[in-house]
Nanobody
Framework: QGQLVESGGGYVQPGGSLRLSCAASGFTFRNYNLDWLRQAPGKELEWVANINSGGDITDYANFVKGRFTISRDNAKSMLYLQMNSLKPEDTAIYYC?????RGQGTQVTVSS
């Protein structure tokens, strides 16, 4: 099953940037496609971005295209989400996911 631990969340003003990290352990990281998900207060969990095992194919939800970038470092078993031009509606708990498993999440709050 392994473990996924997110970090890097915080409080940022609209238009700002944050970089989320997800440290993976307990499984062969380079073999798996990975996702970022998020859940805003009172809303359903939603998919944000995906990256393939090799790191050369990515996909994004329309609401983050052009603002967020997913990447990975297979040598370090790390997944990243660079978030730019943040909006208040990006406020959510962000999770990394491998198949049915996800971490505990990291809170991102965008507010002036």
């Amino acid at each position: 099953q392994g473990q996924l631990v997110e970090s890097g969340g915080g409080y940022v003003q609209p238009g700002g940037s944050l970089r989320l990290s997800c440290a993976a352990s307990g499984f062969t990281f380079r073999n798996y496609n990975l996702d970022w998900l998020r859940q805003a207060p009172g809303k359903e969990l939603e998919w944000v971005a995906n990256i393939n095992s090799g790191g050369d194919i990515t996909d994004y939800a329309n609401f983050v295209k052009g603002r967020f970038t997913i990447s990975r470092d297979n040598a370090k078993s790390m997944l990243y989400l660079q978030m730019n031009s943040l909006k208040p509606e990006d406020t959510a708990i962000y999770y990394c996911r491998r198949g049915p498993w996800r971490g505990q999440g990291t809170q991102v709050t965008v507010s002036s």
